[in-house]
């Protein structure tokens, strides 16, 4: 099993910052893919960015220039530091591991989310 936890969430005015941190534990053997999706009310969830274990960053349009995701492979973290943030940012933020299990099983496992409010 494979255990993922968010943390770094809360509540910001808009212009500020906030770091969000991810972690991985449990039977892994390895981690390819890590990344952050986010979900605002009344919207569908939406990749904000994501990265290999080798270091290429993918962003979407509404993250680029603005936040910035990086990983510790040694500790199986993922960190998104976030700022210049907009109301619009608002949204329960969800980090996601695609890691190879001992068993040699890949699957995408979530965390539970953290909120990021950013007010106007």
């Known amino acids: 099993q494979v255990q993922v936890v968010e943390s770094g969430g809360g509540l910001v005015q808009a212009g500020g910052s906030l770091r969000l941190s991810c972690a991985a534990s449990?039977?892994?053997?390895?981690?390819?893919?890590m990344g952050w999706y986010r979900q605002a009310p009344g919207k569908q969830r939406e990749l904000v960015a994501d990265t290999t274990s080798g270091g290429i960053t993918n962003y979407a349009d509404s993250a680029k220039g603005r936040f910035t995701i990086s990983r510790d492979n040694a500790k199986n973290t993922v960190y998104l530091q976030m700022n210049s943030l907009k109301p619009e940012d608002t949204a329960v933020y969800y980090c996601?591991?695609?890691?190879?299990?001992?068993?040699?099983?890949?699957?995408?496992?979530w965390g539970q989310g953290t909120q990021v409010t950013v007010s106007s």
């Open positions: 449990g039977s892994i053997k390895r981690i390819n893919i």
């Open positions: 996601y591991v695609d890691a190879v299990t001992w068993s040699l099983t890949e699957l995408r496992y």
